[in-house]
């Protein structure tokens, strides 16, 4: 089945403990990014990738750190966790033939920073 | 800076009502537009547009891009309970949003 897998569904932390959430895609995908969703403020980009070992910023890059080693994967990785990084967090993947076609989305993130 | 404003940001509707969702658009290398509708869980595509003029349906829903005016618009008619959800807009070189349509359909 084709599908976008992010782990953990639910994470609560404390202040300053690193973490890792994973994205996996098994849709052979160049494109993959994460958004974070916050009441009111829609789907913000943090950063995305083209293709493996190609990533860039996206709106609200602070604080988060990715890589793409492999096509499949992109991990999310908060290095410092702080309570302003408390939200739901999204992972998508797509093709990039001519431009972004359908994006597929992992089932999300719920992140909680105390 | 690639752009996406959708509008308006809550609409409440009575159940058989007809609305209109608004995305505008100011992306460098337009290619596509991508609607999607969000429940309480990860936004379910709806529509890709690439061309002016030509509309997408499926259902009571259908969409239309007017390249000319860089916008969409997603028409819901004779809306259900189960239309209430936030409607997404996308566009751009790494797939930007807006912030989204919040749509309460009322008995």
């Known amino acids: 089945e084709a599908q976008v897998t992010q782990n953990p569904r639910y994470l609560i932390t404390v202040t300053g403990k690193k973490l890792t959430v994973t994205c996996s895609q098994n849709?052979?995908?160049?494109?993959m990014s994460w958004y974070r969703q916050d009441p009111g403020l829609g789907l913000r980009q943090i950063y995305y990738?083209?293709?493996?070992?190609?990533?860039d910023k996206g709106d609200v890059p602070e604080g988060y750190k990715v890589s793409r080693k492999e096509k499949r994967n992109f991990p999310l990785i908060l290095e410092s966790p702080s309570p302003n990084q408390t939200s739901l967090y999204f992972c998508?993947?797509?093709?990039?033939?001519?431009?972004?076609?359908?994006?597929?989305f992992g089932q999300g993130t719920r992140l909680t920073v105390v | 800076e690639d752009k996406v404003v959708q509008s308006p940001l809550s609409l409440v509707v009575h159940e058989g009502d007809t609305v209109t969702l608004n995305c505008s658009y100011e992306?460098?290398?337009?290619?596509?537009l991508l609607w999607y509708k969000q429940e309480k869980k990860a936004p379910t595509f709806l529509f890709m547009l690439?061309?002016?003029?030509i509309e997408k349906k499926s259902g009571r829903l259908s969409s239309i891009l007017d390249k000319k005016e860089l916008s969409s618009i997603l028409n819901i008619t004779a809306t259900q309970t189960g239309d209430s959800a936030i409607y997404l807009c996308?566009?751009?070189?790494?797939?930007?949003f807006g912030k989204g349509t919040s749509l309460l359909v009322t008995p």
């Open positions: 690439t061309s002016s003029g």
């Open positions: 996308a566009a751009g070189y790494a797939l930007n």
């Open positions: 992306v460098t290398n337009f290619r596509s």
């Open positions: 998508a993947s797509s093709f990039r033939d001519r431009g972004i076609t359908e994006a597929f």
């Open positions: 990738s083209m293709n493996v070992e190609v990533t």
């Open positions: 849709m052979n995908h160049e494109y």
